[in-house]
């Protein structure tokens, strides 16, 4: 994890600011992230226009049938190479009942990576604490209840004019709750390192192992979980299975589309021989862990 105090920074414009992005960002240079970090300050140096776009889409998201974002991030700009998003950060309610609610929300106290890169500045508000740790290689083919060492970093704050870079697929950092309101930028790099293994969440062991505990509701979670569900209803049914194996032809990410091949191959077989085989991919499949099932277990005697 790169952190590095930059101070303030004349200010860019969000048209700018891509413009320079698309001139100085490639996915086969992974360190001219980096070299953004001073634009990402000046970008986030004065909040009023990103103030009035998150009124403008929280207002859209109201008068919508269907949210097809969390409501704590807005995505600002996507292209071919690389993403900008904004996360807000609200404190937490000091009630228990709660607790679990918003922590899925904002994704609070619990260890977890990303399998893409993250340059990340605060835009409004104090910023907020993070406990980080390193890791070295693990395999692709990870599991549940692996344990996996891991060098501890510290506990940093993301104040103004900072910025904290986290690696992919290397970099394990668990979010503390904000003290006040708190937005931030995030420059999100997209390169095939995000196919190589899903986003992972931990529970700490000690200060130098932590145990994998599954994998948190990103987008990649969010489509395996619906192939366990399509897997579900399709069970003993193969003729209405189509959307499996559609999906196992022809999705982008290859583990989502493998996954989906496995469960349309138990689904298709159609015999009760294979029920055992079906309980054990769909039931107690490493899918989709659910933020508050983490929470549960991070929050226990915090209050």
């Known amino acids: 994890m790169r952190m590095e105090a930059i101070g303030p920074q004349p200010t860019i414009g969000l048209a700018d600011f891509v413009a320079l992005a698309d001139r100085t960002y490639h996915p086969d240079r992974p360190g001219s992230a980096w070299e953004l970090r001073h634009a990402l300050i000046g970008l986030a140096s004065d909040p009023t226009w990103l103030l009035s776009l998150i009124l403008e ?12 974002e969390q409501p704590s991030y807005f995505i600002l700009h996507t292209s071919t190479h690389f993403a900008l998003r904004a996360n807000v950060w609200l404190p937490e309610r000091r009630n228990s009942s709660m607790d679990i609610l918003e922590n ?39 599991a549940v209840g692996d344990h996996i060492p891991v060098k501890p970093l510290g506990r940093h704050r993301l104040v103004p004019n900072t910025v904290f870079f986290y690696e992919a697929c290397r970099d394990v950092h668990t979010q503390l709750p904000v003290e006040d309101i708190t937005v931030t930028l995030n420059f999100l790099p997209l390169r095939k390192v995000n196919y190589a293994r899903p986003q992972l969440i931990f529970e700490c062991v000690d200060p130098h192992t932590l145990k994998v505990m599954g994998v948190p509701l990103s987008p990649e979670g969010r489509q395996m979980s619906a192939m366990r569900i399509m897997a579900k209803l399709a069970q003993g049914r193969p003729e209405i299975a189509s959307g499996i194996a559609s999906v196992a032809g022809d999705h982008a990410n290859p583990r989502v589309s493998d996954y989906a091949a496995r469960l349309r191959d138990l689904v298709g077989m159609d015999s009760s021989a294979v029920h055992a085989g079906i309980v054990k991919e769909i039931d107690q499949g490493n899918v989709a862990l659910k933020y508050h099932e983490v929470a549960k277990v991070a929050r226990a005697g915090r209050y």
Do not use: K
């Open 57 to 68: 889409r929280q207002t859209s998201r109201m008068n919508s049938a269907w949210a097809r």
């Open 104 to 142: 899925a929300a904002f994704s609070y106290d619990y260890p977890h990576d990303h399998n893409f890169d993250i340059l990340t500045a605060t835009c409004i508000g104090p910023g907020y604490d993070t406990d980080a740790y390193e890791y070295g290689d693990i395999p692709t083919d990870v």
